[in-house]
């Protein structure tokens, strides 16, 4: 019955294997290379490149890195939930909402990271709205900072948090509800005691979710942050071009996939209800 | 508070979808700069004339159809076979190629590649990157199928072998033709992740083989362009159409 099974999962092992696992396995032992004088890598095997991740021009772009990421998640709780809480209140139209939510989601993250060049820049629309309504004198800084890569991860990985909260809210006992009413729960106390607590493992697998891409975020810094919001995802790319030291961007790398392992580790740990 | 909610949903809704409408809009103005000066098609008509973008264009299309077909096939068989029985190893790795920040993926084939073509005489190009997009867009083609056999009735499959099918019947003549919609949509989906990839495709293109998504990341590096601002607003009109329809074969 299940004889030709491994046929049907050789392509993907293939793939799998030879274009995902095998790669993940060069940055490994690359991470562990000699970089060479012009910019190949080597033997001897050494861990050079690790201690430089200790350097602390590196440590504070890392801190920078987890900091920007944190900010982010906070930020797409706070907006993600209300969000996720009202579509899983609605009850015609919630596919619609949901496809609103997803539609960006799968449209061009350049596209949409562009957009907001577009929106924040000195000549930018925001800035010539404000300016002509007599707002304000000169054109605010909004573009090419922290606050613009913050706002583009921000908006970018939005959908990631409302869809395993929604998935949350969905699930509870609308008894539970009804329950703390007849109880005398004002809607804001069932709200805060109720609702968000049973929603916990939605927002922790939503803060993962959005928390992963965020720490690894390259275009978002390199466009919004226009190279002075700089983040781990740009050292890596810049030692694997123009800098041509790969050990250290293996190893670099390397760094932020323990961290998304652990991160994804310690989740499934507590994960009992499959959010992931 | 349900007012509250909704007044909020509709700002949230707004977020999300006003700064590409706007730049729609903005790819109609006649004038450069962001004042309104009346409508016009002259930077569509800048598009036609721009040579560079246009073979990106065709690049991108290339890729996305040869990266779509080979994933699609691979991950509608894969999504079978651990219908069947569930695979930890293979099911880890595709879960994790899923959540590995792009940026890791792009370094990693890169230096894959790089190490393969010291061995062969072999070059970065349009190749690399379908072996790139294949990578990432097999896992999403795996959970929508997967997603549409979980509403088959596997006792479909053991009437076919009890009337003496063979499991070759059984897949192509019982189980596949129920998945159709669903193997449709996660194609769908596949095509718009290669045809959108930037960061993996810039590390694993060669000198002469640029997509439309790495031509528009060198004018927007430059700033602001209403060349980009049309060029995008077809992207998105375009993907988004691919989208919806993807999303009605799901439902369906």
């Known amino acids: 019955m299940l004889s030709l099974r491994p046929l049907f999962l050789a392509p993907a092992r293939l793939l799998m294997g030879l274009l995902f696992l095998a790669p993940l396995i060069i940055v490994f032992v690359y991470s562990f290379l000699t970089r060479g004088a012009y910019g190949g890598q080597s033997l001897p095997l050494t861990a050079e490149s690790f201690a430089r991740l200790a350097d602390p021009i590196y440590l504070r772009i890392v801190f920078r890195s987890f900091w920007i990421a944190g900010v982010s998640t906070v930020i797409c709780v706070l907006l993600g939930f209300p969000l996720a809480l009202f579509i899983a209140r609605s009850r015609r139209r919630r596919n619609l909402w949901l496809g609103l939510v997803m539609l960006p989601f799968w449209t061009s993250f350049l596209v949409r990271t562009y957009a907001w060049m577009f929106l924040l820049r000195d000549t930018g629309l ?6 002509s309504a007599g707002l304000i ?6 573009l090419y900072n922290d606050f613009a890569v913050v706002l583009g991860l921000v908006y970018g990985y939005l959908p990631f948090m409302v869809l395993p909260v929604y998935a949350a809210l969905e699930r509870i006992d609308p008894s539970l509800l009804e329950a703390a009413a007849d109880l005398g729960a004002a809607p804001m106390t069932t709200l805060v005691r109720v609702i968000v607590p049973l929603s916990r493992p939605g927002i922790v697998a939503g803060a993962v979710l959005v928390f992963i891409p965020c720490l ?15 983040l781990i995802g740009n050292v890596v790319q810049n030692q694997f071009t123009n800098a041509r030291d790969w050990p250290f961007g293996a190893a670099l790398s390397l760094a932020v ?20 | 508070m349900s007012r509250l909610l909704g007044l909020y949903a509709a700002a949230a809704f707004a977020f999300l979808h006003l700064p590409l409408l706007v730049l729609a809009i903005f790819s109609f103005n006649d ?8 409508f016009s098609l002259r930077w569509y008509r800048a598009l036609l004339g721009d040579a560079r973008l246009l073979e990106a264009v065709w690049n991108s299309l290339f890729v996305a159809l040869f990266s779509t077909l080979l994933a699609t096939v691979a991950g509608t068989l894969c999504a079978y076979g651990l219908w069947k029985r569930a695979d930890r190893l293979l099911s880890a790795s595709m879960y994790l190629s899923l959540v590995t920040p792009e940026i890791v993926t792009g370094v990693s084939l890169l230096a894959f590649f790089q190490w393969i073509f010291r061995s062969f005489d072999f070059r970065l190009g349009l190749h690399t990157v379908i ?4 990578s990432f867009s097999i896992a999403y083609v795996v959970i929508v199928v997967l997603a549409r056999l979980r509403t088959v009735d596997p006792s479909l499959e053991e009437a076919a072998l009890d009337l003496g099918g063979t499991e070759f019947d059984a897949f192509f003549r019982v189980t596949l033709p129920s998945l159709l919609p669903g193997i449709a949509a996660a194609a769908l989906l596949a095509f718009t992740i290669s045809f959108d990839d930037y960061v993996i495709t810039s590390l694993v293109a060669g000198v002469d083989s640029e997509t439309l998504p790495m031509v528009i990341y060198g004018m927007a590096r430059r700033g602001v362009n209403p060349e980009v601002n049309a060029v ?9 159409i691919l989208i919806v329809l993807a999303e009605r074969l799901r439902e369906d």
């Open chain 1, 126 to 131: 925001l800035n010539t709205i404000l300016l």
């Open chain 1, 137 to 142: 004198r000169g054109p605010l800084p909004l």
């Open chain 2, 31 to 38: 004038s450069r700069f962001t004042v309104w000066e009346g």
């Open chain 1, 216 to 230: 690894g975020a390259y275009l978002t810094p390199d466009l919004l942050g226009g190279g002075k919001s700089i």
């Open chain 2, 232 to 240: 995008s607003s077809i992207i998105v009109t375009g993907l988004g």
């Open chain 2, 131 to 134: 072996l790139a997009h294949l």
């Open chain 1, 257 to 276: 996939m323990a961290v998304v392992m652990v991160l994804l580790w310690a989740f499934r740990r507590g994960d009992r209800e499959g959010f992931l």
